[in-house]
């Protein structure tokens, strides 16, 4: 079935399901809370931190090449490897090379939705080679044999009692709603995982050109273990991701973790300069950098849509879409899901398949609101309906005639006087053939226009 | 002052005794009015379903016709919201660019209007009801209309004002995003009439008649015990 067909048959199946809506507007309204309080104890002005970030990102943007090359020259200049891979399928290969090379069978992973942009876990697994999601939240979507539902809390919608059930069936452990013990659980899962994997594969939240380093937080610790047990330790990241230097953070980590989870801090912040050098006593033996375009250079080269790339992926701008609410993170089927996902999902991966993404939006803005970034997402989500009608003609054919007569009927008032009584009659005889929710959104026309109606006000009016 | 009226399409074709009771209210307040009926639509449904050139040529007809009004009130903060702001996209190098950009500062929502020509104390009147304010979104994020630009109400007897906790949600209207995606926008609808209905409300007022064309058929399909009022309407009757 064609994508945007799909689209619709999984929205309609999630709106549905009432449990579902119930359980994500909980988890969104604590998540809501925490948020909004913690914007006023973090920052003395909230709005004035975020039009600085969206300044310092912007000023990166206009000097990415520059920055990017300082990034690769400090970082291999103690010992790191960088690869800049243009597409997908190249940073995909760069890695299977990496795995034939040193003859891995066990890749362990912290949670990086860049790797799933890429789809790494489907070629890593069809290499026959066995993947660990190492972060809670990605090892219960994995063994569910999901995706995440959302690129910050990829199991948001499961709640404890899913996730006892869910690790009694297919781990075999006994049943308990502790959140302990299912961490507990958890990490003796993983435990072997960290020591037999050849490789451990991350993200990066930023790269800093000045220090040459990656940037990682996280809250479990996993990541660490992902980057410092193995001998190999592969980052996937995104090349908006830099910042021009450690200075920086002292913004964008608080502004990360508030926008993210409420937090003031993340729990782990790792800053890596490199694997381990002469003389030290653990750390990986290969550190490699995939600096991952896929299109954002394309993106880059679009005055209208290039501040996207100040994207932080914090997910703020998903748990405040009422779309999203609704439908859950899996109905996308893209990495990114939310107001993010359908504004750069049509330029990764084609308005072709893709354009439906900006349409299922009913423009509220809400998006906008939140964003840490300052990222007008609405208006990039109707500057995309636009350009998938005007530029990729995605519109149907009947769409396309119906959107003419209305302008021709639109443009004289004689028009729609003489078009009135006929489509009053014609909705009345085509309403009974849509389905159900279509049927109930027509509305029924009123018996006179106001047109009409002030004529008759205005005649009675001179009578007095 | 003389104020011309600025009927959507939505208000002329589907409620016109929304544009009545405007019609009604702000002549009780003493505006002259005018109403020129070769107005049609402002061309915001084509617009927002990505159709950019049919969007324009209805709203050049927008534009000609109130090129010359003065001041231009509306009862609705999304269609307000697109004279105000997205003509200067749509009329970008276009020979109507100046006549365009001129009307966004003289276009207003009904709402914003009175908060600015209105003392508040002469909207007096009557009506009982126990009553939340559903916001639209163009109207509190594009025009920046806060509940304060209702603060008026508070001279109305019988009327009790409760408050909604959090920023406006979207009720999922969304223009034709609510036909296309009608499964989607009536959950939407019902998410957005629970927090009213929890909150203890009997009438839900707005000031968006697309807004209050969507819940009305949500509040009817599924028989909830709640009334949807325009701004406008609420105003009407309280002040006969
Ligand atoms: S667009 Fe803004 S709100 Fe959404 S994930 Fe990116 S930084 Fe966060």
């Known amino acids: 079935m064609q994508e945007p067909r799909a689209f619709l048959q999984r929205a309609a199946a999630k709106t549905r399901d009432e449990e579902h809506r119930l359980k994500i507007l909980k988890a969104i309204d604590t998540y809501t809370r925490v948020v909004e309080q913690r914007k006023h104890t973090q920052f003395r002005d909230w709005r004035q931190a975020r039009q600085l970030a969206a300044r310092i990102k912007d000023d990166v943007l206009a000097r990415l090449p520059e920055l990017l090359q300082q990034f690769e020259e400090r970082i291999t200049a103690r010992g790191a490897r960088v690869f800049w891979a243009e597409t997908a399928a190249e940073a995909r290969q760069y890695i299977l090379d990496l795995v034939a090379r040193r003859q891995a069978r066990v890749v362990v992973k912290s949670k990086s939705m860049t790797t799933e942009e890429i789809g790494l876990n489907e070629a890593l697994q069809h290499a026959g080679v066995d993947v660990w999601e190492s972060d809670l939240g990605e090892l219960i979507v994995q063994v569910a044999g999901e995706k995440?539902?959302?690129?910050?809390?990829?199991?948001?919608?499961?709640?404890?009692?899913?996730?006892?059930?869910?690790?009694?069936?297919?781990?075999?452990?006994?049943?308990?709603?502790?959140?302990?013990?299912?961490?507990?659980?958890?990490?003796?899962?993983l435990r072997h995982a960290y020591v037999s994997a050849e490789i451990g594969i991350t993200g990066a939240n930023f790269i800093l050109a000045e220090e040459g380093a990656i940037v990682m937080t996280e809250n479990e610790g996993n990541g660490r273990l992902t980057m410092a047990c193995p001998p190999v330790h592969v980052v996937l990241v995104g090349l908006e991701k830099v910042l021009p230097s450690m200075r920086e953070l002292a913004l964008f980590l608080p502004l990360l973790a508030t926008s993210g989870t409420?937090?003031?801090?993340?729990?782990?912040?790792?800053?890596?300069?490199?694997?381990?050098?002469?003389?030290?006593?653990?750390?990986?033996?290969?550190?490699?950098?995939?600096?991952?375009?896929?299109?954002?250079?394309?993106?880059?080269?679009?005055?209208?849509?290039?501040?996207?790339?100040?994207?932080?992926?914090?997910?703020?701008?998903?748990?405040?879409?009422?779309?999203?609410?609704?439908?859950?993170?899996?109905?996308?089927?893209?990495?990114?899901?939310?107001?993010?996902?359908?504004?750069?999902?049509?330029?990764?991966?084609?308005?072709?398949?893709?354009?439906?993404?900006?349409?299922?939006?009913?423009?509220?803005g809400a998006c906008s609101d939140v964003c840490p970034v300052?990222?007008?997402?609405?208006?990039?989500?109707?500057?995309?309906?636009?350009?998938?009608?005007?530029?990729?003609?995605?519109?149907?054919?009947?769409?396309?005639?119906?959107?003419?007569l209305w302008a021709w009927g639109m443009r004289r008032r004689k028009r729609i006087a003489l078009l009135r009584p006929w489509l009053r009659l014609g909705t009345k005889l085509l309403l009974p053939l849509l389905p159900g929710a279509q049927r109930r959104r027509v509305p029924s026309m009123a018996e006179h226009s106001f047109a009409r109606l002030w004529r008759d006000h205005e005649r009675q009016k001179s009578h007095f | 002052m003389r104020v011309s009226l600025f009927i959507p399409c939505l208000v002329d074709q589907v409620y016109p005794e929304i544009g009545l009771s405007m019609a009604r209210v702000l002549e009780r307040l003493g505006f002259e009015l005018h109403y020129d009926p070769r107005q049609t639509c402002c061309g915001q449904p084509a617009f927002n379903a990505g159709h950019v050139s049919e969007a324009r040529s209805v709203a050049e007809n927008f534009v000609e016709v109130f090129r010359e009004a003065r001041v231009i009130v509306g009862p609705s903060g999304s269609c307000t919201a697109m004279v105000r702001h997205f003509y200067g996209r749509l009329f970008a190098r276009h020979p109507l660019a100046a006549a365009a950009g001129d009307l966004s500062r003289r276009v207003y929502e009904f709402s914003e209007f009175l908060k600015q020509y209105v003392p508040a104390d002469r909207i007096r009147g009557a009506f009982s009801a126990k009553m939340g304010f559903h916001n639209s979104c163009h109207s509190y994020r594009e025009l920046g209309i806060t509940d304060e630009h209702v603060a008026f109400l508070q001279h109305i007897r019988g009327l009790e004002w409760i408050p909604l906790p959090g920023e406006p949600v979207c009720c999922g209207f969304g223009g034709l995003f609510s036909f296309k995606f009608a499964p989607i926008a009536e959950t939407m609808a019902k998410t957005r009439l629970d927090m009213f209905l929890e909150a203890g409300c009997d009438t839900l007022l707005s000031n968006d008649p697309g807004c209050i064309m969507h819940l009305r058929q949500e509040v009817q399909a599924r028989g909830l015990p709640l009334r949807i009022l325009h701004l406008a309407e609420l105003l009407d009757r309280a002040m006969e």
């Not at chain 1, 539902?149 to 006892?164: G, L, Q, S």
């Not at chain 1, 750390?283 to 790339?309: K, S, W």
Request: aromatic share 8%; with cysteine; hydrophobic share 35%.
């Open chain 1, 148 to 189: 995440p539902y959302h690129i910050v809390t990829p199991a948001m919608h499961k709640n404890r009692e899913d996730v006892a059930r869910l690790f009694h069936e297919k781990l075999g452990a006994p049943l308990t709603q502790d959140v302990e013990q299912l961490t507990m659980i958890a990490r003796e899962h």
């Open chain 1, 262 to 364: 409420g937090q003031q801090i993340t729990c782990y912040n790792s800053i890596v300069r490199g694997p381990r050098q002469p003389g030290e006593p653990d750390g990986p033996e290969e550190m490699h950098i995939i600096l991952l375009d896929n299109g954002r250079t394309e993106l880059l080269a679009q005055p209208e849509f290039q501040h996207v790339l100040r994207c932080i992926r914090c997910g703020a701008c998903l748990n405040a879409c009422p779309v999203y609410r609704t439908i859950g993170g899996h109905t996308y089927n893209t990495p990114y899901q939310g107001p993010i996902g359908s504004v750069i999902t049509p330029h990764l991966r084609g308005f072709r398949q893709w354009y439906h993404l900006p349409f299922a939006s009913s423009l509220c």
């Open chain 1, 374 to 404: 300052n990222i007008d997402l609405h208006h990039l989500l109707l500057w995309n309906r636009h350009r998938a009608v005007e530029r990729e003609h995605t519109a149907a054919p009947g769409w396309r005639l119906a959107m003419k």
